[in-house]
Structure formats: C-alpha cells, structure tokens
C-alpha cells in the first residue's frame, strides 16, 4: 500500500505560518494589528525572517517557532518579534 500523508494536525497554524513566511504579509499583519506606539517604535521595512529555530524540535508542533528581526526606528538596536 502506497504511503499516504497523515492530515495536519494544526491546519489552521500552518496556513497562518506559511503566510507569516512571506516577508511582506508579515509586515502588513504588524502594521494592521500592532498599536501605532508600537507601530512607531519598529522599523518595519528592515523585517528579516529569523530562520533558525529556537525551539526544541519536539515542541515544533504545539509551539510557533516564526521570528522575525527588525531594527527600532532611528537605532541600531534590533528587536525580535516571534509570530
């Protein structure tokens, strides 16, 4: 019998993953849902997806690993921001 893929556990979870993946979405969801202090204090264009995991691989599943960088507006300084 041919090997047939399991369903996704967390369907929902990946679909916003995938999306959250694409730099510019990402940048659109933040800018729509954080508060404009926050908004303010981030320089959103300098977004840069982290893609090294932070997480133990068995939490992979029950834990979103997304982070992105970006530097604070005006500084040097980054942020992290995990999705």
């Keep these: 019998m041919a090997n047939i893929p399991k369903p ?3 369907p929902h979870d990946r679909f916003f993953c995938n999306g ?3 730099q510019a979405v990402a940048r659109g ?3 729509h849902y954080l508060p404009e ?3 303010a204090a981030l320089d ?3 977004l840069s997806l982290e893609h090294d995991s932070y997480l133990d691989p068995a939490l992979r599943e029950t834990v979103s690993d997304l982070v992105y960088h970006c530097h604070l507006a005006g500084k040097a300084n980054r942020c992290d921001s995990a999705l």
């Design 37 to 39: 202090k926050v908004r």
């Design 8 to 10: 996704s556990r967390n």
């Design 20 to 22: 959250m993946e694409n």
């Design 44 to 46: 959103l264009d300098s």
């Design 29 to 31: 969801f933040m800018q």
